[in-house]
């Protein structure tokens, strides 16, 4: 029977993991930042027209979420008040 493999955190994990030091941090965060500029110049950036038809898309389901919201809430508030008038509350 083949041996088992050592549960995730173990000590011998724990031995294998050393701390960064300062150094290597600076340089991690420093190629992690570049590594972010890189993509954020490969993004296809949306222009004025689809910037705008977006957010009237957004705006109009908006309003359109809270108009349910009321509804449901001037429903539900109108049968709790004809139920609490059945039992005179």
Do not use: H, N
Not at 42 to 63: E, G
Not at 78 to 86: E, F, H, L
Request: aromatic share 10%.
């Amino acid at each position: 029977m083949p041996a088992l493999p050592a549960p995730y955190g173990t000590q011998r994990d724990q031995v294998e993991k050393r701390p960064m030091a300062i150094g290597e941090k600076i340089s991690a965060t420093k190629v992690f930042i570049e590594e972010c500029w890189d993509e954020m110049g490969k993004v296809t950036w949306p222009d004025y027209d689809q910037l705008k038809s977006a957010t009237l898309v957004v705006i109009a389901f908006v309003i359109l979420i809270s108009a349910v919201i009321w509804i449901m809430d001037v429903a539900s508030r109108t049968v709790i008040g004809w139920i609490m008038g059945a039992f005179g509350a």
